[in-house]
T-cell receptor, first 114, second 111 residues
């Protein structure tokens, strides 16, 4: 398997624009997680899905953020409108089960909002 | 809620030195504990894990023991190499099904 695939790897956008980040989890995995990484706050869990259903979105910072998982092989994280403080690296991860299982991470999308 | 506290970095060592990165946690129930490593420009990779008290996880010369009495999961390696330079994250998977990370510790190993 190719692992968790995220696109794009880098995104530079202007403040106010809509940004969509994409993730393809490992085939067969039933959990998908979106994280945001910044120097100040470290790794923050934004939202996670189980079998394509959002389970906990308490980490989503504002209504400007939304995430979907229309099927088992694809998820999106959308920011609309984007702001400079959204600049961060966004990671997607997937796992088969939870608790003692390994979460596999994508290489991340580095978002810069200018 | 669950939380993970790990020692602040950066940590700078010479090759073949002994490494310890401290990690303590707060969680209800019996969480699973992990160490992940992040190399520059890459995502996180699992380094080792332990799923119950007194378990020892080990991989690539790194070790960590799940100590419930001290709520700790310290990472150790007897002899570090330049290639071990990376950011190390302690994490726990709790009963709320969330994988919670510490803030990470940057390790630099000099030849």
């Amino acid at each position: 398997d190719a692992g968790v695939i995220q696109s794009p790897r880098h995104e530079v956008t202007e403040m106010g624009q809509e940004v969509t980040l994409r993730c393809k989890p490992i085939s067969g995995h039933d959990y998908l997680f979106w994280y945001r990484q910044t120097m100040m706050r470290g790794l923050e869990l934004l939202i996670y899905f189980n079998n394509n259903v959002p389970i906990d979105d308490s980490g989503m910072p504002e209504d400007r953020f939304s995430a979907k998982m229309p099927n088992a092989s694809f998820s999106t994280l959308k920011i609309q409108p984007s702001e400079p403080r959204d600049s961060a690296v966004y990671f997607c991860a997937s796992s088969l089960g939870v608790r003692g299982r390994e979460a596999f991470f994508g290489q991340g999308t580095r978002l810069t909002v200018v | 809620g669950n939380s993970v506290t790990q020692m602040e970095g950066p940590v700078t060592l010479s090759e073949e030195a002994f490494l310890t990165i401290n990690c303590t946690y707060t969680a209800t129930g019996y969480p699973s504990l992990f160490w992940y490593v992040q190399y520059p420009g890459e995502g996180l990779q699992l380094l080792l894990k332990a799923t119950k008290a007194d378990d020892k996880g080990s991989n690539k010369g790194f070790e960590a023991t799940y100590r419930k009495e001290t709520t700790s999961f310290h990472l150790e390696k007897g002899s570090v190499q330049v290639s071990d330079s990376a950011v190390y994250f302690c994490a726990l998977w709790g009963s709320n099904y969330k994988l919670t990370f510490g803030k990470g510790t940057l390790l630099t190993v000099n030849p």
